[in-house]
């Protein structure tokens, strides 16, 4: 059982990280995007192909997942530029679409609907990690999402981050203060990339296997649902997100009655979840942490006074 | 003539094809732009909300189908299990939109959407649950044998769901351009407070359209339930792309979500056909095109582009 | 703080002593549970419970002939969604929580080959009734299959065309999923090595319904023949899409044919397609009594992915009843490594699905038989073994 349960909180870390990450691009900016699972799926393909046919070491294949999924979000970062609202929303979903197709279609490299099978484990102080260690696989991981939630918070609290906040407050009225809005937008989707990649490297990694059906269009949906459940533009409501849906998803499995109950009764819970949770709090379980922009100015300027 | 390295003798076909192909995406896009319009969300249930009323058109068809008692009572029955089907969606999308999406109308723009996708994934598996995940043979009401056109064969059904396509699309704008009720509706959704100041029971009209729209989709579920058999997931994957098909053709507007599918139709088809690699890649062409065509018309092909004002 | 050492010390102690046994104990009242690990949901979610419902009967059979010693099997179904990684937790809950001693599954090749390291690990013997794809066989100790697998069912049918019914153009037609791309692509290379000429291959996707494209184009390759390893729900589509087009070609499949589904769905259309599933002698009495069963009991007729997760489920089930002990107290001991030894001995065990005969690699033996379809009923037209690299034919 207590194998079963470090397991959940593994997937947990992981999609933590997916999720802070389209939160930057959802939460901060508001830019809707449907196109995380693509991301992740770059990464994992990229560690897997790396790992396997190029016998590279897992470090050296996140740190690449990482940049390559970062390179397609500049690509797709571009058209949000010139879309607005659900335009930006569907073009996004079908770049999610376009990179699932490819790598069912792209057999010599990812071995099409089979996936890739035997990714080693990565090693550490000399000692290759199987799926099996779960204990050091989730310290690894929740290293990982700490460290996103820092990177992220320090962004957020910067001058990044204001800009990123003006342009999702009124975006005519940022560029008009000078911002340069493009600039920030593929920004924020770069890094939201960047991060998928490495939740994805880490997925493909401790799964030891990728396959082509995991990364759909479902899968940009709950992490999606992980950002907003939580309460959007605040990392730590992902987290408490990230939580709440992976546990929901296993909840029959750790009550062991998944045996018993039909399976769909799983799924209409996890509907039901998403219809409650949208009528009752809207904003999300916690909700967005305004910040307090004055307190945070007056510190840098006493910074900068030093 | 040999367009592309497309041999000629199969070109007609494929034109065939994509446009029935398209028809079936247009004719879902159709109740999905309606929605929308109105509220200017996107209603991601509604390709259950198909499938739902499929479901009812199709136990109420299987339950009287007796091919012995001759043609004219199999298209009777065919005729009222779409009627019944049509009430089942209209039923079901009034109550969906009361139940789901009403308490959200001021919330936060990614609310409803969600709430949308909960109540799609609620539908689609109860739907598994009660009439199992086989897929289900609609029965043609009617002799469904291809006829020939120059060589090619295109079949009654898929005749039947490009008409009814267009006449759909064409009693749409209609209703929409030229009814009192239509009237109300461009009001609802162009100001919704402000319609209400006007004397218009602005619940009323969105409750109109969400029965009209899921009607619709009623409609074409059956048709697309003869083509395609009956199945939980029937509305899941085809209710994106007719869903993307009304975003490229410019959503919100009717004749737009006809010419999005097609579009999209025909792009399954040739898109791969003209370069001549598999057909497992038609996604990949069809995705790219569509992309490539709201970057030069970032509002859809047939809306105008309206400059955001200060 | 001597004594936190001692707790320590005593909880290390006992955690060397819980990994150092052999053998686990069921504490008697409690259940031997045996695994299912599918589809149960999604698009292929009637494979999945076709199949768990032939485990379902061999655990009731095993129950009503006494159990093990007294001792009662329990089925614990875990849904995959045909998903890898939905495929994960589900392993790790019936390796972790409930302990199963068997698993009949996984489905899909692609989910088997990420679960196979996972039961490998935890000792539990794992039973595919279904997934075919050439490299799962040898990827444990305790991983088996009985089904046949795309290599030899792909080669049987590669010479099969070739030789036996001596077509000489085919057309071929797959979805991309690991079923159909493994066997398209494995019957491919043997057709063309035995001097047949594939004049197109044409993909679809997961989940298509829409087939007219690549039918067209087939069309225009002019074929004499159309392979279609795929599942029913698709192949039904392309019966009917292909008549709409005016496609007079002959249609061959795989064993996803199998599935009596095929007559609600393509009714008429289904005659006359020629298609491959293992066999034993014809219409063997195992196979009609046990398809009355499940006829009598689910409503509906098995397919013979089902058939094999029968006799999957009945040879962990002996196994578990051949090697197990009462100890004391009334608990019964199951040693996993014997039931392993006892499982990979399997030699001509006279099951639904035919003669079931493990290699060394936890691979199928089997014969395959060729089948066809006369007034919507399944036929079995003639029945071979690879002998060597030759086909021969048993009479």
Redesign the interface.
């Known amino acids: 059982?207590?194998?079963?349960i470090l397991?959940?909180f593994i997937?947990i870390g992981i999609y933590a990280i997916a999720a802070m990450g389209l939160n930057l691009i959802?939460g901060y900016t508001g830019l809707?995007s449907l196109c995380q699972a693509g991301f992740l799926a770059i990464g994992a393909y990229t560690t897997a192909v790396l790992m396997t046919t190029f016998h590279m070491g897992f470090w050296e294949s996140m740190i690449i997942s990482g940049f390559i999924a970062s390179l397609f979000g500049i690509l797709i970062g571009i058209?949000t530029l010139?879309?607005?609202?659900?335009?930006l929303?569907?073009?996004t979903?079908?770049?999610g679409?376009?990179v699932r197709?490819?790598i069912?279609?792209w057999?010599s490299v990812t071995k099409?609907?089979?996936?890739i099978?035997g990714i080693p484990g990565p090693s550490i102080f000399g000692t290759t990690l199987?799926?099996?260690d779960k204990p050091a696989w989730i310290v690894i991981i929740w290293i990982f999402v700490a460290a996103t939630y820092y990177f992220i918070r320090r962004i957020i609290r910067s001058r990044v981050g204001r800009a990123l906040e003006a342009i999702r407050e009124d975006e005519?009225?940022a560029s008009s203060m000078g911002i340069n809005t493009a600039k920030y937008k593929i920004g924020a989707f770069t890094t939201g990339a960047f991060l998928a990649g490495i939740a994805g490297s880490l997925?493909a990694a401790f799964?030891?296997?990728?396959?082509p059906?995991?990364f759909d269009?479902m899968m940009s949906?709950m992490i999606?649902?992980m950002a907003?459940l939580g309460g959007?533009g605040n990392s730590f409501a992902t987290i408490v997100g990230a939580v709440i849906i992976v546990l929901a998803s296993?909840l029959p499995?750790l009550m062991?009655i998944?045996?018993i109950i039909?399976?769909?009764?799983?799924?209409?819970l996890?509907?039901?979840?998403?219809?409650l949770?949208?009528?009752y709090r809207?904003?999300g379980i916690i909700g967005r942490i305004k910040l307090n922009y004055a307190k945070i100015v007056k510190e840098e300027i006493s910074d900068l006074e030093k | 003539m040999n367009l592309f390295n497309i041999p000629s003798n199969e070109l007609l076909q494929h034109l065939i094809n994509g446009l029935t192909l398209g028809a079936i995406y247009s004719l879902i896009a159709l109740g999905y732009t309606m929605v929308y319009g109105i509220l200017k969300f996107i209603n991601f249930a509604h390709g259950e909300i198909l499938m739902a009323g499929t479901y009812a058109g199709y136990y109420f068809y299987y339950f009287l189908y007796d091919p012995s008692k001759g043609a004219a009572y199999t298209i009777g029955i065919f005729i009222a299990a779409l009627v019944i089907a049509m009430i089942a969606s209209a039923i079901l999308g009034v109550v969906i939109e009361k139940v789901a999406y009403k308490p959200l109308r001021k919330a936060p723009r990614l609310a409803p959407l969600l709430s949308a996708i909960g109540v799609s994934i609620i539908l689609a598996n109860l739907a598994a649950l009660f009439f199992g995940t086989k897929s289900k043979k609609f029965e043609y009401p009617f002799n469904n044998s291809s006829m020939d056109i120059g060589g090619s064969s295109i079949t009654p059904n898929q005749l039947m769901i490009l008409a009814v396509g267009l006449i759909m699309m064409a009693g749409l704008k209609l209703f929409v351009d030229r009814t009192r009720l239509g009237k109300a509706m461009r009001a609802t959704s162009q100001n919704q407070p402000v319609a209400a100041l006007m004397g218009i029971n602005v619940n009323l009209i969105i409750s109109l359209t969400f029965a009209i729209g899921s009607a619709l989709a009623a409609v074409a579920g059956v048709l697309i339930a003869l083509e395609y058999k009956v199945y939980p997931t029937m509305g899941t994957m085809a209710g994106l792309k007719a869903f993307i098909a009304a975003v490229v053709g410019g959503i919100g507007n009717i004749s737009g979500a006809m010419l999005g599918g097609i579009i999209l139709g025909l792009l399954e088809t040739f898109g791969v056909v003209i370069l001549g690699i598999p057909q497992g890649l038609k996604d990949t062409i069809a995705f790219s095109v569509l992309i490539l065509i709201l970057l030069l018309r970032p509002s859809g092909i047939l809306m105008k582009n309206i400059r955001e004002k200060v | 703080m001597k004594k936190l050492l001692a707790v320590l010390f005593s909880l290390m102690l006992l955690s060397f002593v819980a990994c150092g046994k052999d053998s686990d104990v069921i504490e008697s009242g409690k259940t031997i549970k045996i695994g299912f690990l599918g589809p149960m949901t999604g698009d292929a979610g009637n494979y999945g419970k076709l199949m768990s419902q032939s485990v379902k009967i061999a655990i009731e059979e095993f129950n009503a002939a006494g159990g093990a010693e007294g001792f009662n099997a329990e089925l614990i179904v875990e849904d995959t969604e045909g998903k890898v990684e939905k495929g994960n937790p589900a392993i790790e809950k019936l390796a972790g929580v409930d302990k199963v001693f068997g698993i009949v599954g996984a489905v899909f090749s692609s989910v088997s080959l990420a679960v196979a390291p996972k039961a490998e690990a935890a000792k539990i013997v794992m039973i595919s009734p279904s997934s075919t794809h050439k490299d799962l066989p040898g990827k444990g100790k305790f991983i088996f299959r009985d089904v046949m697998s795309d290599a030899l069912q792909a080669v049987v049918f590669g010479k099969y065309l070739a030789k036996v019914d001596n077509v000489k153009t085919v057309a071929i037609l797959y979805v991309k999923n690991d079923y159909s791309q493994g066997l398209a692509m494995d019957f491919k290379a043997q057709y063309e090595k035995e001097g047949g000429k594939v004049v197109a291959v044409e993909t679809a996707l997961q989940g298509d319904k829409d087939f007219k494209t690549q039918l067209t184009k087939i069309k225009g390759a002019n074929p004499e023949a159309l392979y279609v390893p795929n599942y029913v729900a698709e192949i039904a589509q392309i019966l009917e899409q292909a008549k709409q087009l005016g496609l007079k070609t002959k249609i061959y499949s795989a064993d996803g044919f199998s599935n009596p589904q095929i007559f609600e769905l393509a009714g008429d259309l289904s005659n006359g397609v020629i298609y491959t599933q293992a066999a034993e002698q014809p219409a063997s009495q195992n196979k009609i009594n046990f398809e009355a069963k499940y006829q009598a009991k689910w409503g509906e007729k098995p397919d013979a992915f089902s058939l094999n997760a029968y006799d999957g489920a009945k040879i962990i089930l002996n196994a578990i009843k051949e090697t197990s002990s009462k100890g004391m107290s009334g608990v019964l001991k199951v040693d996993r490594d014997k039931v392993r030894d006892f499982v990979a001995k399997t030699k001509d065990y006279d099951g639904a699905s035919g003669k079931i005969t493990f290699t060394a690699d936890g691979d199928l033996v089997a014969n395959i038989g060729i089948y066809t379809v006369e007034n919507k009923q399944f036929k079995q037209l003639k029945m071979f073994k690879l002998d060597g690299e030759k086909l021969a034919e048993i009479k």
């Open positions: 059982m207590l194998n079963f397991l959940i997937y959802v809707l058209p010139r879309l607005k609202g659900d335009y929303a569907i073009a979903l079908g770049f679409e376009i197709n490819v069912l279609n057999d099409g609907p089979m996936g099978n199987s799926s099996m005519i009225a997925f799964n030891q296997s990728v396959a059906l995991t269009f949906i999606l649902c907003v959007l296993e499995r062991g998944s045996h039909p399976p769909q009764l799983n799924q209409i996890f509907g039901l979840i998403l219809v949770m949208m009528i809207p904003q």
